[in-house]
């Protein structure tokens, strides 16, 4: 079975060169380089953990590690295991995925009538965006049609050391990327019109969500979802908050630990988390558990426009993403599964699943930087929701 599944744009450039090692103590505690990346023709490791995967999930995982995935924790149906130097019980930064999260709790105040989904972002965050979107609707940014413009450059290697530490505010993040949209020559596409992934619509939720309830993020996510769903392990850290609990991997990027890394992408990409803690809010959000009827509707509810040509997802074809911040795929030429994929520096991460939950899928993958671990994740997850 072949699963067409694409990672963002943000997992593919976030791997690229990043290499994994483990430490059960602080981050930074490993050396860089030492035995970390595996040499061509390494042996098939042993699965770490439990024996209850499916031949088709096992066979994969048995030519790892490899000279472009360093190490993998793998949840399947409850049961994990992990290859190379880390641990099924890691924690690691789920980047993207965390747009998941925002998306969840956008919906709980659209459920209480305290944001309407259909009005225009502007009512709730007029400081945020130009006039010249008053026409985006909260709808279009949880869906990824409202056109906003594509984000201004982040931290990376090319800042020179240190760069991991980096971090920029949300609001001047998207101050930045509207003010290279005013001088840019090619207008935006119009709101509803095509489907663009942008990490600048989570980041005007997120600001949006803090505007209405007049508390944090942290604080509503933690209220709405960690606490009730009793994720133990999941996290969004304070912006001067670079570390990440133990076991974690610990990973590099050319040459250099950045284990801790600021989490700036906040809203859109910046929390911490566990394979056993993602499956258990899925499950969750799957199964209705943290929305009225209405909302759920919307969580896997797709727009019927089209895939904008130079998206990284979606394959340039029909738009894939929902309203409830989900991504759909079909496998092979089979039923569709929804999930998200999600990285940071180091960490190359997904859930997904059946709609009817009859197969699940968490993984975290520790890339070399050798090449893209795209293939990687295809197999994994194509071979983890066989029957």
């Not at 380089?33 to 209850?52: E, H, Q």
Request: glycine share 10%; hydrophobic share 40%; aromatic share 6%.
């Amino acid at each position: 079975m072949r699963l067409r599944l694409a990672a963002t744009g943000l997992a593919l450039a976030a791997s690229v060169t990043a290499v994994a090692a483990v430490t059960a103590g602080s981050a930074g505690a490993a050396q860089p380089g030492a035995g970390v990346t595996p040499a061509t023709g390494t042996p098939a490791a042993t699965l770490k953990g439990s024996a209850a995967l499916n031949p088709a999930l096992q066979g994969v995982l048995s030519r790892m590690p490899d000279p472009v995935v360093a190490g993998a924790l793998v949840r399947r149906d409850g049961a994990g295991v992990a290859v190379g130097p880390v641990t099924a019980d890691a924690h690691f930064r789920i980047g993207s995925v965390t747009k998941t999260f925002t998306s969840t709790v956008v919906l709980q105040l659209v459920a209480e009538r305290r944001i309407a989904l259909d009005a225009p972002a502007r009512r709730y965050v007029p400081e945020l965006l130009p006039e010249a979107y008053d026409r985006v609707t909260v709808r279009q940014l949880l869906d990824h049609t409202s056109g906003l413009p594509m984000p201004a450059p982040t931290p990376g290697p090319k800042d020179g050391p240190g760069w991991q530490f980096t971090s920029v505010r949300p609001a001047d993040s998207l101050r930045a990327s509207f003010a290279a949209a005013a001088a840019a020559t090619q207008p935006p596409p119009a709101p509803g019109s095509e489907q663009q992934y942008n990490g600048l619509n989570s980041l005007v939720l997120g600001l949006l969500v803090e505007k209405v309830t007049g508390r944090s993020l942290a604080d509503e996510l933690e209220r709405r979802i960690i606490r009730p769903l009793h994720l133990r392990h999941t996290s969004l850290p304070a912006a001067d908050d670079l570390s990440i609990p133990s076991p974690h991997a610990t990973v590099y990027v050319a040459g250099h630990d950045v284990t801790e890394q600021s989490p700036y992408p906040w809203a859109e990409g910046g929390m911490i988390s566990t394979a056993a803690d993602l499956e258990r809010f899925f499950t969750a959000l799957f199964r209705g558990r943290l929305l009225p009827p209405a909302q759920q509707k919307l969580v896997f509810d797709v727009p019927r426009v089209r895939s904008a040509a130079g998206n990284t997802n979606c394959f340039g074809g029909p738009a894939c993403f929902s309203v409830g911040g989900l991504m759909s795929y079909r496998l092979g030429d089979q039923e569709v599964v929804w999930g998200k994929t999600g990285s940071r520096p180091g960490w190359d991460n997904g859930f997904f699943a059946t709609k009817d939950l009859r197969h699940r899928v968490t993984y975290s993958l520790n890339s070399t930087g050798a090449a893209s671990p795209l293939t990687h994740i295809q197999q994994v997850v194509g071979a983890a929701l066989v029957d």
